[in-house]
């Protein structure tokens, strides 16, 4: 049981032993009373017949009827006696008391609960609030002092819900500037051929290859941008047995040509062998795509008349894959940003190719797949892209 269950308990049952400790103590002091009442009245008419010769032995003494000697009289009221006032009683008040007292407890111990719990809850509703009408900032975690309980947990929950809400507004909002402002250069440059053509006739023709090329950039584009909104708002990869040696056969095709065509060389450093069995439950065309794209800016970017490798191993239940080429590679600050949508290096803004996406799906496809995907510099240059993927069986 946590935390919040005990301190309950314990203010519950500290409220009830105080009423039932006030309670018995009244009992107890009224009956202590009673009983001190009537031994005082006992002593006080027993001393008064001693002296007037009534009880007690000696001469002359007559025993009414059930009396005795050694026996108490058992009409004290009689006519020379006269009537003798009450001892005063102080019983209600003294009863009042710790019951006054009690009520006083059960109270107090009753607002430090209720105060002790409402205060958090109405934090949190006024985060709530806060949240709820556009101040992201909205945070409670601080204001829950050195509680340690689960309405702290749930001040926690909500700021890591406000986090998440955060970013994800923030990732919405650069999404969309740079959605708009790679696809203002195309659409420009398709309305510039459009009015070259009309003013041109005899050249339509040319400006008709123009308008289709950067029809099918825009198509390709938008694509993209489809799949990486699908993969963040998480898209299952599947549960295909995807069989490696397939798929990097594949890979390996296309890479070789892409590679020979830009005067390059690719390499692979495995057996065929090594990984014939190894097998990864997910989507076969998302992962050829992710795989893909690391290849090609391997190829891309690495040096004239140098070679990419394609390095791959089973080590643990999980499949390594690493693609290094002798590239420029990328500046240590850089390293985490390049996974983001539409963000490019000094070195692709100077090329001019892509939209930065690339990297951005492929993190996201290796991710759906439970997996992992990091990037490093190597010695003395080049960049090594390293994915990990948890294998199905080897």
């Given amino acids: ?140 975690g601080d204001s829950m002092g050195q509680r340690k309980d689960e309405l702290t947990e749930l001040g926690r929950d909500f700021d890591r819900m406000a986090e998440q809400l955060t970013g994800a507004l923030q990732n919405q909002r650069r999404l969309l500037h740079d959605v708009s402002h790679e696809l203002r250069s195309p659409l420009a ?10 003013q041109q006739p005899d050249k339509a023709e040319e400006y008709m290859v123009r308008m289709d090329r950067e029809a099918v950039r825009m198509d390709k584009l938008v694509g993209e ?72 800016n391997a190829i891309r970017h690495t040096a004239p008349d140098t070679a990419v490798s394609l390095q791959a191993h089973v080590k643990q239940g999980q499949l390594h894959i690493q693609v290094l080429d002798e590239g420029s590679g990328v500046p240590e600050a850089e390293l985490q940003s390049i996974f983001q949508p539409f963000y490019r290096s000094v070195l692709a803004e100077h090329t001019g190719d892509g939209y930065g996406l690339g990297l951005a799906i492929t993190q996201r496809v290796i991710l759906a797949h439970a997996g992992s995907i990091t990037a490093s510099n190597r010695q003395p240059a080049g960049l090594c892209m390293q994915m990990i993927l948890p294998v199905a069986f080897a």
């Fill in 225 to 296: 941008i489809l799949t990486l909104s699908r993969l963040e708002a998480g898209a299952q990869a599947g549960q295909d047995l995807i069989y490696m040696d397939e798929l990097f056969a594949e890979l390996t095709d296309n890479a070789q040509f892409e590679a020979s065509n830009a005067g390059k060389v690719f390499k692979v450093a495995f057996s065929a062998d090594e990984i014939s069995k190894t097998c990864v439950r997910g989507s076969y065309e998302l992962l050829h795509r992710a795989l893909e794209n690391v290849l090609r």
């Fill in 189 to 198: 440059r398709l309305q510039a051929a459009i009015g070259l053509a009309r």
């Fill in 1 to 140: 049981m946590g935390r919040l269950f005990w301190k309950f308990f314990f203010f519950i049952w500290l409220a009830q032993l105080t009423a039932i400790a006030g309670i018995s103590i009244t009992f107890w002091i009224k009956h202590s009373n009673e009983e001190l009442a009537r031994s005082a009245a006992t002593s006080m008419n027993a001393s008064k017949l001693v002296e007037e010769g009534r009880y007690g032995p000696g001469p002359g003494r007559v025993f009414h009827h059930g009396e005795g000697p050694g026996k108490p009289p058992g009409d004290f009221a009689s006519p020379a006696m006269g009537k003798r006032k009450p001892p005063p009683d102080n019983g209600g008040m003294r009863t009042l008391i710790p019951m006054t007292c009690a009520l006083l407890a059960s109270l107090l111990f009753a607002a430090l609960m209720a105060w002790y719990m409402s205060k958090p809850i109405r934090r949190l509703s006024e985060a709530f609030q806060a949240l709820a009408g556009g101040k992201l900032h909205a945070r409670i």
